[in-house]
């Protein structure tokens, strides 16, 4: 991990803190996605694969609610705030098709797999348990992506806007997560 190099700089103890902290609200912000989706397409035919998606999402969350405990790390207080926008995420883009609850998938999992990229980078070789388990997450959630578009997130209604928009959030989330 990186050293402190300026004044206000987080320190290795405090990235790592941020880190833990933040994929845990990203975990729980996408088992609630799921959760809405399911609210409203667990009877269609896409139902199992998003179930098997929230089921995996679910053992990523338990990974990191049990490292916050382990490693002391406060979770973000936006939780209550995650747990409705995941929600409500889920249940608007499913509520406008299959497709765009996949489209959705694909757009989170796109931020996610460069979220987990940089930060394996950023921890290289100092925390080798941690760096193996956000790999093996992320190699879930690039399949999640994959189910996506093998179901044709591509072709959901204002697909590249609709991506856009779920994108931004998810980068602002991650942000704001990482420090509050």
């Known amino acids: 991990m990186t050293t402190p190099n300026l004044p206000g700089d987080p320190t290795p103890s405090e990235t790592l803190s941020r880190m833990i902290r933040v994929d845990h609200a990203g975990e729980f912000g996408a088992a ?17 694969l ?3 998606m929230k089921e995996q ?27 409705i926008a995941g929600f409500a995420l889920g249940v608007a883009t499913a509520a406008l ?57 591509e072709m959901a209604p204002a697909y590249r806007l609709l991506t856009r928009v779920i994108k931004a959030g998810c980068k602002v989330a991650i942000k704001v997560s990482e420090r509050v």
């Open 50 to 52: 998003i179930r098997h």
């Open 97 to 153: 098709g299959s497709r765009a609850a996949m489209a959705c998938t694909v757009a989170v999992e796109e931020v996610i797999d460069e979220h987990y990229a940089a930060q394996t980078a950023e921890l290289g070789t100092d925390e080798p348990e941690l760096s193996s388990t956000i790999e093996t997450f992320r190699a879930e959630e690039l399949e999640h992506r994959d189910i996506g578009l093998a179901n044709e997130a």
């Open 32 to 48: 609630r996605i799921y959760a809405g989706q399911l609210a409203v397409l667990g009877r269609g035919p896409k139902a199992d």
């Open 57 to 83: 999402e679910q053992v990523h969350l338990d990974t990191f609610s049990r490292l916050i405990g382990e490693r002391r790390v406060r979770p973000t207080a936006l939780l209550p705030l995650w747990d």
